[in-house]
């Protein structure tokens, strides 16, 4: 008997994001820089009526910076990816947006716009991640093998700010290649891709956009992903909804350190936000982090019988420790150093700021709204806060002093430093490993609620438009 096929649903419908979220292709690894930008090539010479490449800029060491354009549409977007050098989810989804651009001409006309991606903000930095691209569900290796720029030497975090005492101007050539990118395209919609290391999914929205978040909910729950209902990255954000969270200014980050009575812009420090930048543009900025590891805990928020107050102090006092154990080691180390590395940078500047991200927690504490029970997710994020600090400014030491060792530049005081590091990050790995469990996710499905949020943000845009027209 003739059974008719299923209709498909009308594009940017909740069922059509859905379904174009759901069918991502499997993926166990993450391409090097060197592979990103070989496959948006080959991208670009199958459709050369539809994709366009200039280049926007040069790295510190020298790479190239390309932006692609795909489509010509009424409209403007502008994709990112590798923002933060140590978030390769982005590479695959801008990888997969282009191809789906390409290949479903349905999608991209009925979409209406052109499509600007920047494959990589940081080739440099991501260079330095790539000794775990090639298993990213293995987490030993990833702690060793981890690096995130210091603040100063973010391409996310080094956009021009003057506020109070705070001045920030030192644009890298690549945020510089970035801050080109925005205004080449005055983005409708701005999306740098990010991702978190573990817990549930969560979003931030540039303003409220009331339309997007029921599907910024749908496209976790869809995939398997939790929802991060712990403690958010600042307490300073506005919520939204749940997981979702107003990125606000960093004017806003600094008033409420200076009312907790910490540093509000401690020596480091880095300058604004891309984010920020794209606002003279009118822009609607998207952020969608995605965890690569699931956390069993991350969106339970039954109740404790903990004190939440309690928990961030106990949670604060681990970061000072942690934070004072590796500024000592850097201390004793630092007269004998011979290389300056972007490693050896990065845990010069973040050791102390976990000294004072710990001072800020135990400053939050001793507030009256902190006197309450904790929920599960609240304390296992803090937990995640801890385990975060140590095993990143921890594995980063270890590493730019082992790269003195194996350089056979070490003075013997550097030698002693980085065996008593070692042994330092190796116990604090041992203790994260055998915490309680937290599986990798599937690429496809993190990469999904990451194109779909990029979808449904667009669809939002549209419905506002609509609106706002008649």
Known sequence: MYEP???????GTAEDILRRAGAVPAHTAFPTVDELLAAMERLRTRRPDLVTVERVGTSRLGEPMPLYHVGAGSRSALVVGGVHPNEPIGSLTALHLV???ITDDALREGLDTTWHVMPCADPDG???????????????????????PAPTEQVEWTFPFSYKSAYFDAMMPETQALARAIDLTAPELYVPLHNSEGGGAY???SRPAPGLYDMLHALPAA?????HAGEPEGAHFRVLAPAIYEMGTLEDVYDWSEALGVDPYPPGSGGDASTSYARKHGTLSLIAELPQFSDPAADDTSITDLSYAGELRRSGEQLVDCGERLVALIAAAAP???LDTPLLRAARVFAPLAVSSGEASIARAATPESDRAATVAEVGALEDVVRLHRLRWGGMLTRALRAEVDAGTAAPEVRRVAATAEDLFDGWLQEALTARGAAPLPLSAVIGAQYGAILAAHSELSRERSCASS
Request: no cysteine; net charge negative.
């Open 5 to 11: 096929a299923a209709a498909v649903p009308a594009l």
């Open 99 to 101: 191809e789906q651009l």
């Open 126 to 148: 991501m260079r330095l991640n790539e000794g775990w691209f090639a298993d990213p569900a293995d987490r030993e290796t990833y702690a060793r093998e981890f690096f995130r």
């Open 203 to 205: 979003f931030y929205l």
């Open 223 to 227: 995939l398997g992903i939790p929802l």
């Open 336 to 338: 004998h150093l011979r």
